[in-house]
């Protein structure tokens, strides 16, 4: 056991009080009442390093979740333009099938009013006349 251990050891035998009471006894406690002075030290400097480097991290967090936002937004942003660029040219195709159809239906209805038509002015210009065809 080193000079440490035999300084406690004295404080094993009774109820805490070391077997040679006195000036003696501060003199012997002295090295271990510095030690642990040292170690309340470094203790605290641990301790403030540790906070420093926990702010730190939690301002560089912050500053990373405030990056990452933004560019979520920039990309949601873009996104919702695309799709509307998507959505209107949707839209102009279908638009443009639905007015192929009714270019396609006048001119059907065309013909047919066209085909329609000699034989409608004769039956009506009969009637006028007097005669029935």
Same mark, same amino acid.
């Given at each position: 056991?080193?000079?440490?251990?035999?300084?406690?050891?004295?404080?094993?035998?009774?109820?805490?009080?070391?077997?040679?009471?006195?000036?003696?006894?501060?003199?012997?406690?002295?090295?271990?009442? /510095? %030690?642990?002075? $040292?170690?309340?030290?470094? &203790?605290?400097?641990?301790?403030? #390093?540790?906070?420093?480097? !926990? =702010?730190? *991290?939690?301002?560089?967090?912050?500053?990373?979740?405030?990056?990452?936002?933004?560019?979520?937004?920039?990309?949601?942003?873009?996104?919702?333009?695309?799709?509307?660029?998507?959505?209107?040219?949707?839209?102009? /195709? %279908?638009?443009? $099938?639905?007015?192929?159809? &009714?270019?396609?239906?006048?001119? #059907?209805?065309?013909?047919? !009013? =066209?085909? *329609?038509?000699?034989?409608?002015?004769?039956?009506?210009?009969?009637?006028?006349?007097?005669?029935?065809?």
């Amino acid at each position: 056991m080193g000079p440490l251990g035999d300084v406690l050891e004295r404080f094993r035998r009774g109820a805490g009080v070391p077997a040679a009471a006195g000036d003696e006894a501060a003199v012997e406690l002295a090295p271990v009442f /510095a %030690a642990l002075d $040292e170690l309340e030290r470094e &203790a605290a400097a641990v301790r403030d #390093r540790s906070t420093q480097m !926990a =702010a730190r *991290r939690l301002h560089e967090a912050r500053e990373e979740a405030t990056a990452i936002l933004a560019d979520a937004r920039s990309k949601a942003d873009s996104e919702r333009g695309d799709a509307l660029k998507a959505g209107l040219r949707s839209a102009d /195709a %279908a638009a443009a $099938e639905i007015l192929a159809a &009714a270019e396609h239906d006048a001119s #059907r209805i065309e013909r047919t !009013a =066209a085909a *329609r038509l000699p034989a409608l002015l004769a039956r009506v210009t009969g009637q006028v006349l007097g005669a029935d065809p």
